[in-house]
């Protein structure tokens, strides 16, 4: 919507090259985390290593996608093109992995009923915004 103008402000784009082509940035209002949920029947991680032997959801297209190509070039990604799809995947236990930005997966596992299934460590964030 901001590169067909159809949009004035959006408040919650992280910064990257490609999206600093065709908008101006302003100052951070609020940091926000980046995290890999997992299932709760999985081991803890000790590390986001840990997650290269499962493959990782995300929403095609958003930061998290370049994030984790380029950091982890061997974890196995799939992306989705809605968090509905990826939501319905974790229900169907066809995922059991997913990155994306803390507050919108909290929200999206609320809406879902999966809550409770999905844990994070919050002390190991896979980046923050600035």
């Known amino acids: 919507m901001m590169r067909e103008g159809k949009a004035?402000?959006?408040a919650g784009?992280?910064?990257n090259e490609n999206r600093a082509r065709f908008l101006d940035y302003g100052v951070v209002l609020h940091?926000?985390?980046t995290h890999i949920f997992y299932d709760k029947r999985l081991p803890p991680p000790s590390s986001n290593l840990d997650f290269l032997p499962?493959?990782?959801g995300m929403i095609r297209g958003d930061s998290v996608e370049g994030y984790l190509l380029k950091t982890f070039p061997h974890m196995s990604v799939e992306g989705f093109n809605t968090y509905k799809q990826m939501m319905a995947?974790?229900?169907q236990n066809r995922?059991?992995?997913f990155a994306a930005d803390t507050p919108t997966a909290l929200f999206h596992l609320q809406q879902s009923d999966l809550k409770?299934?999905?844990?994070?460590?919050?002390?190991?964030?896979?980046?923050?915004?600035?």
Do not use: C, E, I
């Open 54 to 56: 499962y493959r990782v």
């Open 89 to 91: 995947a974790l229900k």
């Open 13 to 15: 784009l992280f910064f």
């Open 95 to 97: 995922l059991s992995v």
């Open 31 to 33: 940091q926000t985390d």
């Open 116 to 130: 409770t299934v999905f844990k994070y460590k919050s002390g190991m964030p896979l980046y923050r915004s600035n």
């Open 8 to 10: 004035d402000a959006h």
